[in-house]
């Protein structure tokens, strides 16, 4: 395992768990640079983004087996079977969080508003003037910033 070329950027980078999605492109060129040079960092980046990955796919798997579970009890209606359909929904709802929690505190969520936010100012872009200035002013602040 080869050392991190810049500790100081590593560790920053390593705070943020790998992910610069969140960061505004003109604050990301350093540390894209890091990436591209430090090979260590680009692996721990890769690692991170599998976890994030494996978590979500266990996590919808889960809940899939859970729902599953609750229609073949209900289809079947053995004895007891109202505890034993609470116990599926039960864990279905906290597959479902576990989905939610990894989906807010993993970069996926934002790298889809960094691409919506990019879309929303290329349409604004392309407006004519007449229709651009009757936009309302704090739209146009958040697309533009300015
Ligand atoms: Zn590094």
Redesign the pocket.
Same mark, same amino acid.
């Given at each position: 395992m080869s050392a %991190?070329?810049?500790?100081v950027?590593?560790k920053i980078?390593a705070g943020w768990r790998y992910d610069i999605s969140g960061l505004a492109p003109e604050m990301r060129g350093d540390y894209e640079q890091?990436?591209a040079? %430090?090979? +260590? %960092? +680009?692996s +721990?980046q890769a690692l991170h983004r599998a976890i994030d990955l494996s978590l979500i796919v266990l996590a919808s798997v889960s809940a899939g087996i859970f729902l599953l579970a609750f229609g073949i009890i209900h289809h079947f209606a053995p004895r007891h079977s109202l505890i034993l359909e609470l116990i599926a929904l039960a864990g279905f709802a906290m597959s479902a969080l576990i989905w939610l929690i990894v989906a807010v505190a993993t970069p996926a969520p934002m790298t889809m508003v960094d691409i919506a936010r990019l879309g929303a100012r290329h349409v604004h872009d392309r407006l004519p003037p007449e229709i651009r200035e009757r936009l309302p002013e704090e739209l146009r602040m958040k697309l533009t910033g300015s």
């Open positions: %991190c070329i810049d500790p950027v590593g980078l890091h990436f040079a %430090c090979e +260590r %960092c +680009r +721990r």
